[in-house]
């Protein structure tokens, strides 16, 4: 079993920059693979980055990329996401994911974080 607690969500202005962690319980960190997708109001939750178990790959959104980038430190059971050149729509709650696949789909993922607000305005 694996518990996700994501922080660093809040507000920014369109063009600034934020970077969200995702803290994991359990041994078993390292051999999964992680992923960020969000949910704006109204809309169905989707992918924005994935990372795989030893960093080497990943895999980014059309929309976010070249302005996010995932990382991970596996000694500290963290999660990164640097968020930079933020735009109003951004603006979600931004989840954190983990599971045994690399992927880029919803329901490759087996454990979920309870998300963190992200607010950009123009």
């Known amino acids: 079993q694996v518990q996700l607690v994501e922080s660093g969500g809040g507000l920014v202005q369109a063009g600034g920059s934020l970077r969200l962690s995702c803290a994991a319980s359990?041994?078993?960190?390292?051999?999964?693979?992680m992923g960020w997708f969000r949910q704006a109001p109204g809309k169905e939750r989707e992918f924005v980055a994935a990372?795989?178990?030893?960093?080497?790959?990943?895999t980014y959104a059309d929309s976010v990329k070249g302005r996010f980038t995932i990382s991970r430190d596996n000694a500290k059971n963290t999660v990164y996401l640097q968020m930079n050149s933020l735009k109003p729509e951004d603006t979600a709650v931004y989840y954190c994911?983990?599971?045994?696949?690399?992927?880029?789909?919803?329901?490759?993922?087996?454990?979920w974080g309870q998300g963190t607000q992200v607010t950009v305005s123009s």
């Open positions: 994911s983990g599971g045994g696949s690399f992927s880029r789909r919803v329901d490759r993922y087996d454990y």
């Open positions: 359990g041994r078993t960190f390292s051999s999964y693979a």
């Open positions: 990372i795989n178990w030893s960093g080497d790959y990943t």
